[in-house]
């Protein structure tokens, strides 16, 4: 009776292990861009700080407030959050912090538009 009781709290430790691990899901990597912020067809995007080209759409973190990007229009910014692809031809960045680095966002001078 007690090798039944010990093989049956084993293989409900290993299902239960199992199950755990199983529904973890790894935790999505952050990651930095630095840019200046534009609006494209009602879109706020990072654009390239040389030539002004976006480089990733721009959606704010849960419970970010929505106006965030609208505020720094046209400065140059370090955005820290998780980048993920998407069907569009612009990978989206999920933004939890935003850093102003220029009050200004010129492209450099001599770049192709």
Known sequence: MGKVLALALS?????????????????????????CIDEHDGQYVLTNDTN??????LSPAAGSPEDNFARHMGQKVKVRGV???????????????????SETCAPASGAQQ
């Open 11 to 35: 293989v409900t430790s290993l299902a239960l292990g199992a199950a755990q691990s199983g529904t973890a899901k790894p935790a999505a990597a952050k990651t930095s861009l630095t840019g």
């Open 83 to 101: 980048l993920s692809k998407s069907d569009g031809a612009l990978p989206t960045m999920t933004v939890d912090n935003l850093d102003v680095v």
């Open 52 to 57: 002004l080209q976006p480089t990733a759409n």
